[in-house]
C-alpha cells in the first residue's frame, strides 16, 4: 500500500450520481460551513471492522459517505477471535467467503482447568441454543481489516487512508457542522457531513474531545502479547479453538492464525503487570511475558518450539466506557463507545454489531428527522444490554466461583448451551439464552455462598485494580 491515500482515488465520488438527498435533519440545524468544505451525507472516522462496515451498508442505501482512517491497511492490531454471531454480518457484507479464505476454523473454545496440564473443557459452539453457525474464525487482523475496507471502496465508499481528523466544529443546536482533518502531506482538508459516525476505536475520539470518556468503575486490566511461530496446537478437530487459560493474575489467551502463527497474551491485573523491570524496556517486555507464561504449565508446555515473530506490545487501561453513545446527529460505534476485557473475543462482533444498528438510526434520522431520538434511544437500550450481558460474566471470570462453575458444567435446563451461546455472542435478542443467563446469576449466587471467603478476598483484589494506573503503553495512546 503507497501512501497516496490507497483506495481512495478509485472511488472519489461522481458528483452527477443518483444519490438520496433528504432534508437536513431540522432547519435550525443548518450551521456555518468552511466554504472549502466536501458535503457529504455521513463522514466515518476509523477505518476498522466498525467503521467499514457502517460506512459500506450506508453506501449501499444511496448515501454519500466518507470514511477517515489515520493509518494505513494492513496494519497490526489485537482482536483475532471471531464469534459465530460475526458470521451473519459479514454473510450481509458480502465477504464471508472472502474471510473463510483467510481464517482458521474455530469450532469452539478451551477452557483449561487451572493447575492441571492435561485437562481442559471444551465449550463447542454446534451446542449452542439453536445455532445457525456453529463454528466462528481465527483471523489475523491486517488481513481481515484490509479485506472490509476493500470492501467498502468496492461499495462506493470514498475511503481514505494516512487522515487524521483533528477537531470538530459543532452548530449552536449541537450537531456536527464542519470536520477538520489533515492529510498524509499535511494538507488541511475539511468536510461538512449531515451525519457523524465515530467509529475511531480506543482512540475515542468524540468521547475524549466532549470528556464522555471514563475508567470502567468495575473492572480494570492490562495486557501484554505478541505473535509466535511453533506453538503446538490442540490434536485433531479442536485444533483451531481458542485457549482461555486462568493463572494467578488475570488470563492468557492462545489463537491460532494462519502460517503456524499464534497470538499469545495475558490479560493482567495492573498491579502485577507493573511489576515489570528492566532499562530496555523491549527486553523487559520479552522477559515478563515470557515468565508469566512459564508458569502456567498447560501453556509453558505448548511453548517449547516456540519463535516469536512479532513485537511484544503492551497495553493498559483495558476497559472503558462513554457517559452517551448518541447525540444530535453523531452516533458512536464499537469501542469508541465501551471495550470491555476481551476474554470472550466480543470486541469484534460488539463493533459490527453495533455500526449495523448505527446504519438504521443514520438511514432513519436522514430520512426522517423526526425518527432521530426514538432510533437512538432503541439503539442504546439494545447495545447496552447486550453489554450488560457479557461484561456480568467477565467481571467474575477469574472469581473461584466462576473457576468452579466453567470446570463443572451443567446443562440443567439447558443453562450450560445458554452460556455457549453467550459465548458465541447470542446476548441481543435470543430470549431463550437471555432466561437462562438469568438462572445461571442465580446459580452463581448460590455457589458464591458456599465459597463466601475466597469470593469476598477475589471480590476485594478486583476492586483494588480500579484504582490502579498503568503508563508505559507501547500500542494505544490516550487510555483513561
Known amino acids: 500500500m503507497n501512501a497516496d491515500h490507497g483506495f481512495a482515488r478509485m472511488t472519489?465520488?461522481?458528483?452527477?450520481?443518483?444519490?438520496?438527498?433528504?432534508?437536513?435533519?431540522?432547519?435550525?440545524?443548518?450551521?456555518?460551513?468552511?466554504?472549502?468544505?466536501?458535503?457529504?451525507?455521513?463522514?466515518?472516522?476509523?477505518?476498522?471492522?466498525?467503521?467499514?462496515?457502517?460506512?459500506?451498508?450506508?453506501?449501499?442505501?444511496?448515501?454519500?459517505?466518507?470514511?477517515?482512517?489515520?493509518?494505513?491497511?494492513?496494519?497490526?492490531?489485537?482482536?483475532?477471535?471471531?464469534?459465530?454471531?460475526?458470521?451473519?454480518?459479514?454473510?450481509?457484507?458480502?465477504?464471508?467467503?472472502?474471510?473463510?479464505?483467510?481464517g482458521v476454523f474455530k469450532p469452539g473454545a478451551d477452557f483449561p482447568l487451572q493447575g492441571d496440564a492435561?485437562?481442559?473443557?471444551?465449550?463447542?459452539?454446534?451446542?449452542?441454543?439453536?445455532?445457525?453457525?456453529?463454528?466462528?474464525?481465527?483471523?489475523?487482523?491486517?488481513?481481515?481489516?484490509?479485506?472490509?475496507?476493500?470492501?467498502?471502496?468496492?461499495?462506493?465508499?470514498?475511503?481514505?487512508?494516512?487522515?487524521?481528523?483533528?477537531?470538530?466544529?459543532?452548530?449552536?443546536?449541537g450537531r456536527p457542522g464542519t470536520v477538520h482533518a489533515r492529510g498524509a502531506e499535511g494538507e488541511a482538508l475539511a468536510f461538512a457531513p449531515r451525519y457523524l459516525v465515530d467509529a475511531s476505536g480506543r482512540d475515542t475520539f468524540l468521547g475524549g474531545r466532549l470528556k464522555l470518556k471514563k475508567k470502567n468503575a468495575l473492572h480494570q486490566s492490562a495486557a501484554i502479547f505478541s505473535h509466535f511461530r511453533g506453538v503446538a496446537r490442540r490434536e485433531g478437530p479442536d485444533a483451531g479453538n481458542i485457549t482461555v487459560e486462568r493463572f494467578a493474575h488475570g488470563w492468557m489467551w492462545l489463537i491460532p492464525l494462519r502460517d503456524d502463527v499464534m497470538s499469545v497474551g495475558a490479560v493482567c491485573f495492573p498491579e502485577y503487570l507493573k511489576q515489570r523491570r528492566g532499562d530496555n524496556e523491549a527486553r523487559s517486555n520479552e522477559a515478563f511475558l515470557l515468565q508469566t507464561l512459564q508458569g502456567t504449565p498447560s501453556v509453558w508446555t505448548r511453548m517449547q518450539q516456540a519463535e516469536r515473530v512479532a513485537p511484544v506490545h503492551v497495553t493498559g487501561n483495558y476497559s472503558y466506557t462513554c457517559a452517551r453513545m448518541t447525540g444530535p446527529g453523531w452516533v458512536m460505534v464499537g469501542d469508541a463507545y465501551a471495550f470491555i476485557d476481551p476474554v470472550f473475543s466480543s470486541g469484534v462482533y460488539l463493533g459490527m454489531n453495533?455500526?449495523?444498528?448505527?446504519?438504521?438510526?443514520?438511514?432513519g434520522a436522514l430520512r426522517d428527522p423526526s425518527s432521530e431520538t426514538r432510533l437512538q434511544r432503541a439503539m442504546e437500550k439494545r447495545l447496552k444490554r447486550?453489554?450488560?450481558?457479557?461484561?456480568?460474566?467477565?467481571?467474575?471470570?477469574?472469581?473461584?466461583?466462576?473457576?468452579?462453575?466453567?470446570?463443572?458444567?451443567?446443562?440443567?435446563?439447558?443453562?450450560?448451551?445458554?452460556?455457549?451461546?453467550?459465548?458465541?455472542?447470542?446476548?441481543?435478542?435470543?430470549?431463550?439464552?437471555?432466561?437462562?443467563?438469568?438462572?445461571?446469576?442465580?446459580?452463581?449466587?448460590?455457589?458464591?455462598?458456599?465459597?463466601?471467603?475466597?469470593?469476598?478476598?477475589?471480590?476485594?483484589?478486583?476492586?483494588?485494580?480500579?484504582g490502579e494506573t498503568f503508563g508505559g503503553d507501547t500500542l494505544q495512546e490516550g487510555n483513561p
Not at 444519490?19 to 440545524?29: G, K, L
Not at 482482536?79 to 454471531?85: A, D, H, R, T, V
Not at 492435561?118 to 466462528?136: D, G, I, K, T, Y
Open 386 to 466: 447486550g453489554l450488560k450481558h457479557f461484561s456480568w460474566f467477565i467481571y467474575r471470570f477469574n472469581t473461584p466461583v466462576m473457576e468452579r462453575l466453567f470446570a463443572n458444567p451443567r446443562n440443567t435446563f439447558q443453562v450450560e448451551q445458554a452460556v455457549i451461546s453467550m459465548l458465541a455472542g447470542d446476548v441481543f435478542d435470543n430470549k431463550p439464552v437471555l432466561r437462562r443467563l438469568r438462572l445461571f446469576r442465580l446459580i452463581y449466587a448460590f455457589n458464591a455462598l458456599q465459597l463466601a471467603p475466597r469470593a469476598l478476598r477475589g471480590w476485594l483484589r478486583r476492586k483494588r485494580q480500579v
Open 118 to 173: 492435561s485437562s481442559v473443557n471444551v465449550f463447542r459452539f454446534e451446542r449452542a441454543l439453536n445455532p445457525r453457525f456453529p463454528h466462528a474464525y481465527q483471523v489475523k487482523r491486517e488481513e481481515f481489516d484490509l479485506l472490509l475496507f476493500r470492501n467498502a471502496v468496492e461499495n462506493g465508499v470514498d475511503a481514505r487512508m494516512q487522515v487524521a481528523v483533528e477537531k470538530v466544529e459543532f452548530g449552536a443546536d
Open 354 to 363: 453495533s455500526a449495523e444498528h448505527a446504519v438504521e438510526v443514520v438511514d
Open 12 to 102: 472519489e465520488a461522481d458528483p452527477a450520481s443518483a444519490q438520496p438527498r433528504m432534508e437536513t435533519p431540522a432547519a435550525e440545524s443548518v450551521v456555518a460551513m468552511a466554504k472549502d468544505a466536501m458535503a457529504v451525507d455521513v463522514l466515518v472516522i476509523g477505518g476498522g471492522p466498525a467503521g467499514t462496515t457502517a460506512a459500506t451498508l450506508l453506501a449501499r442505501k444511496g448515501w454519500k459517505v466518507v470514511l477517515l482512517e489515520k493509518g494505513t491497511h494492513p496494519r497490526f492490531h489485537i482482536g483475532e477471535s471471531l464469534l459465530p454471531m460475526n458470521l451473519p454480518i459479514l454473510e450481509r457484507l458480502g465477504v464471508l467467503e472472502q474471510v473463510r479464505g483467510i
